[in-house]
């Protein structure tokens, strides 16, 4: 939520590039309450795992993407941390 919000620090005008960026941290928040689902139902439905590895897995795909295109830091970290993520959902 926190890279959402940062959104206007970032760009301080309403803008494709603001959109976008705003929108990969919502999809941050979606995946992350996927992978919260998932450990509450763990074992209990083979869709809802399967539907919550997808998720990850192409959360880190985007990920890489990004990666090859702006290779700061930050957005290395957050690579980092989505394919953390994936690896630990298949510990739940």
């Not at 990969?24 to 763990?42: C, K, P, W």
Request: aromatic share 12%.
């Amino acid at each position: 939520m926190v890279h959402t919000a940062l959104t206007p620090v970032f760009y301080g005008r309403f803008s494709l590039n603001a959109m976008w960026f705003a929108g990969s941290g919502l999809t941050m928040v979606f995946v992350g309450s996927l992978n919260l689902i998932l450990e509450r139902e763990a074992g209990k439905d083979r869709l809802t795992r399967s539907l919550c590895y997808a998720a990850n897995l192409l959360a880190v795909a985007f990920g890489c993407l990004i990666v090859i295109v702006d290779s700061e830091p930050q957005v290395i970290f957050g690579l980092v941390l989505l394919v953390l993520l994936f690896v630990t959902s298949f510990l739940i």
